[in-house]
């Protein structure tokens, strides 16, 4: 229970500053009271509440599973596997990722309305669903080299350094209209579902292999799944 006050707290605390501009904003250079007070209230404590639980259920739940599964992997021994494990952990937490969904309907239906595809459902449905395993099978190989890399012991700024430099020899060669929705795709894959999975997977296994520092090893793993999307879904475009 205290645990729970204090992660309820907690939220209070992280959306206080939101209240705060936007209470500023309003009533200071708007001028204007805010419409549906009660309505905006009843959201604000609905936001707390699920801030909250998630983020308590990540500490229960999520954090535990990622760590005790890398733990184990490494007790086993068998590399294939462990990579084997990374990439379908990365491939399907993206695939449930609901930003990333959002986005590939968002783009599917401007695209569409841009005449870069037809504007009826199946065309929407194959580019959004194109969009999304596209971004997934890139997340997945992200984190499969990120396991090698911990497992190898590779410094990450030079596997950081030659993706962007990758990206932008592929942005010069990509549609424009394409562009702009590989960066996003880089975002919204790292957001509630693949970032605690991920997260404890890279700290679990940096902590369970002698000589790899869970400080140093053990992050970067959700910078490779920021980075090959935007690879990936430009790629993407200029063959699709």
């Given at each position: ?6 992660a ?14 936007i ?50 992997f ?11 494990f ?6 399907g ?70 993706g ?59 910078a ?17």
């Amino acid at each position: 229970m205290k645990a729970l006050i204090a992660a309820l707290t907690g939220s209070v605390r992280d959306l206080l500053p939101i209240v705060l501009v936007i209470a500023f904003f309003q009533a200071v250079v708007l001028r204007q009271a805010l419409p549906n007070i009660i309505e905006i209230l009843g959201g604000l404590l609905m936001v707390v509440i699920g801030l909250t639980l998630f983020i308590r259920g990540l500490e229960i739940g999520l954090f535990p599973v990622g760590e005790n599964m890398a733990n184990a992997f490494a007790r086993k021994g068998s590399v294939i596997w462990l990579l084997l494990f990374a990439f379908c952990l990365g491939f399907g937490t993206t695939v449930a990722e609901p930003a990333l969904i959002a986005v590939a309907a968002e783009a599917a239906s401007v695209a569409a309305e841009g005449g870069v595809i037809e504007n009826n459902e199946d065309a929407l449905a194959q580019y959004a669903n194109g969009l999304r395993m596209t971004v997934a099978l890139s997340v997945g190989i992200a984190i499969l080299v990120g396991v090698l890399r911990i497992l190898r012991g590779w410094p990450i700024q030079y596997l950081i350094v030659g993706g962007y430099i990758m990206v932008i020899i592929v942005t010069m060669f990509a549609p424009k209209e394409i562009i702009g929705i590989a960066y996003d795709s880089g975002g919204v894959t790292t957001s509630t579902i693949t970032v605690p999975l991920v997260t404890a997977l890279g700290v679990g296994l940096a902590s369970s292999i002698k000589g790899r520092n869970p400080m140093i090893d053990g992050f970067g793993l959700i910078a490779f799944a920021s980075l090959t999307p935007m690879i990936f879904v430009m790629i993407y475009g200029i063959v699709f």
